[in-house]
């Protein structure tokens, strides 16, 4: 892997703080151990700081002089004793060279190194803001949204380690589809999935994996991830990704338990494939975000006008926000070091509080080198289906007797993560099949033995 951009980021950040002097300075996560224990909880770098050092350790800080635009890092020290336990750390030098800083030191020395460059104001995150207290600091917010602001245009060092977090995902993803039999359980595709991704590099779940067969995949994040998948009638939606490189990828499909989709589930999945392919084929840069999702809402109400799940006129049936009730969330987010990443709420930026709309996790032009995940579905949950049931100016466009002959599908949901590009977008997600004629290629397949 090239070396991660660390420098090329403060220098973003510093831009989007509008500053040409003061010194940014962060410092990372540290090791948490659990009560009344010496077991360490598993480290996740602080995300924000990731960004700013490529560093995925404990205890490291860094710092940027914004005028001189000098990258420091800074390291912890590891005495004989914790080597023994550890290991022999890289020196400094190495860690310098390894990351792409212009200089490293040791954290105890932070003070006098940051000190020295007489900074007329430092600029720190919220968390750091007890550690950088010896110095005059900038509103903390404002470093805060200067990161998120960076971190939402993805360079080409990120869109590369971001492919190959999908291309890795993406495979694991296949493997279930072609492996998994009737009579497994859940838990055993979790654990097939997450060992995959971790032989071929990534270092953990990007976010806990959801493996929901049956009514389980009406639950938007089902974990419990136990259930055995014994009905052949069943889909399964598996909504799993790993991290490499400390970025997430974010992919789910939906597949029959058996040989083939029942006839129901195989209408809703169509459904959901159009809405994610008309969806994608819209992204484009100077687009509103929000705009995809109405396309992704009027896609579904056309779609399940022709089953007779709705009824009445398709405006009346989007004004009154009916789709909400089968899509209750939104139709994608940014992504990136974090698989819900920063950005998606501008400053300023209010949240749509209507069905469907509310839990939109973006609302923004896009723009190249952002990172969206599509992920439309549909899901016949019973507590919103009776308040739809209860919401006269809804009811009158739902056909209730038709929902409950589709009730068992549970839910579907498809799952793509795209790059904007100037003319377009690129899906990073494209090796992992999701037309109906491939999924039960290799459903029959797995079945046949």
Known sequence: MPVYPAKQHFAATAGHLGADSGVILVHGGVTLIHPDSDTEYEFHQNSNFYYLSGVAEPGFAAAYDISTRTAILFVPHVSADEAVWVGVPPSLDEYRATHGFDAAHYTKDIEAVVGALKPSVVYTLPENASACSSFSLAPVEKLRLAVHEARVYKDDCEIEIMRRANRISSAAHVTLMKEARVGMTETELRGRFVGQVLAQGCSYEAYGSIVAGGRNAAVLHYTKNNMKLDNANDVVLVDAGGTYGNYASDITRTWPVGPRFTDNAREIYAIVLDMQKTVIDACAPRKQWEDMHALAQRVAAEGLLRLGMLTGDLESILANDVVGYFMPHGIGHLIGIDTHD?????????????????????RR???????????????????????????????QHINFDVVKSYHSVGGVRIEDNIVITESGNDNLTSECPKEIIDIERMRSDANSD
């Open 342 to 362: 920063v950005g998606g709420y501008p400053p300023g930026t209010e949240r749509i509080n209507r069905p469907g709309l509310r839990y939109l996790r973006a």
């Open 365 to 395: 032009e896009m723009l190249p080198r952002m990172v969206f995940t599509v992920e439309p579905g549909l899901y016949f949950v019973d507590a919103i289906l009776a308040e739809a049931k209860a919401t006269p100016a809804v009811a």
